[in-house]
């Protein structure tokens, strides 16, 4: 009987020391350890991450607030640096999926869920936002570019500017030059509508006008698109140093503008449709550039 007992207690601490073993050496998480927990709105931080949104530009430092998992993994893997990341409360999978990816730098803040909302432009917050410093280009930068730029004239809409961008890297032209009048590309919307093309497509602001007579310089011929009057796309040629103006949403481009291009390039589309949107016609635009520069 003593055997008996003895041999179910040896038995017993076998699996209470193989459960310990268990507990012991199964991960801890790391989200605890390394964010640091802020309460207040009037943390350094957390008033430039909302200022930085509100005004849709750079902050003094030159960092740009961005907001999304998959926004700020596309900034990871763009190479840019983190001035800081920022999470909800309740976004708990996201900071253990991020965490890893940040370097150790870099400062990682854990924000209750209503002062994270109140620093974060969307209706309904991703639960992860992020100053990022964007790697910036210079209008000479552009101009010494093989190829083909993209000119906005006065495109208002977020969406627009950011397809634009997207296509722009899809089709592999040179950068973009953002004309007056044309929505910040640090704008949130921008941004999330370029899915990351705006941390690698090279963009400088410039006066359209006036950088023209700076492009033909360079060797560039300036061709500017328009919804109705114009050579046909598939007339036009977009092979070597090319330049293309894309108007915005109503207005288009301006006469004194389209008085100082080579040609005009008008896309072909239903008598039933009135015009483009900026973003679909640049993208049409850049896919026949593409096409034949590479024929």
């Known amino acids: 009987m003593v055997k008996a007992l003895s041999r179910i207690a040896s038995s017993m601490l076998v699996r209470v020391g193989k459960m310990a073993d268990k507990?012991?050496?199964?991960?801890?998480?790391?989200?605890?350890?390394?964010?640091?927990?802020?309460?207040?709105?009037?943390?350094?931080?957390?008033?430039?991450?909302?200022?930085?949104?509100?005004?849709?530009?750079?902050?003094?430092?030159?960092?740009?607030?961005?907001?999304?998992?998959?926004?700020?993994?596309?900034?990871?893997?763009?190479?840019?640096?983190?001035?800081?990341?920022?999470?909800?409360?309740?976004a708990g999978p996201k900071a253990e999926r991020l965490l890893p990816q940040i370097g150790a730098h870099v400062e990682t803040l854990m924000l209750p869920d209503k002062l994270f909302a109140g620093a974060v432009p969307s209706e309904t917050p991703q639960g992860v936002a992020a100053l990022v410093r964007l790697r910036e280009s210079s209008v000479d930068t552009l101009l010494e570019k093989p190829g083909l730029l993209i000119g906005i004239a006065g495109v208002q809409d977020p969406g627009n500017l950011g397809t634009i961008l997207r296509s722009t890297e899809a089709f592999e032209a040179g950068g973009v030059l953002l004309g007056e009048g044309t929505v910040s590309p640090f704008n949130s919307k921008v941004v999330r509508a370029s899915a990351g093309s705006v941390f690698r497509v090279p963009a400088a602001r410039v006066k359209l006008a006036e950088i023209i007579p700076r492009l033909r310089e360079h060797g560039f011929r300036v061709l500017a698109t328009s919804s109705h009057k114009g050579i046909p796309l598939e007339q036009a040629n977009f092979t070597g140093q090319v330049a293309v103006l894309v108007g915005s949403e109503g207005a288009g481009i301006g006469r004194e503008l389209l008085a100082k291009v080579d040609d005009v390039v008008a896309i072909p589309h239903s008598p039933k449709v009135e015009s483009l949107n900026a973003g679909v016609a640049a993208s049409i635009v850049l896919y026949e550039a593409a096409r034949q520069r590479k024929s």
């Open 23 to 90: 507990t012991a050496s199964k991960p801890v998480g790391t989200t605890p350890q390394r964010l640091r927990r802020i309460e207040g709105k009037h943390n350094a931080l957390v008033k430039e991450l909302r200022q930085a949104f509100a005004r849709a530009e750079l902050t003094t430092d030159g960092y740009c607030a961005i907001e999304g998992l998959r926004i700020i993994e596309e900034a990871i893997r763009s190479g840019l640096r983190f001035r800081a990341v920022f999470f909800s409360e309740s």
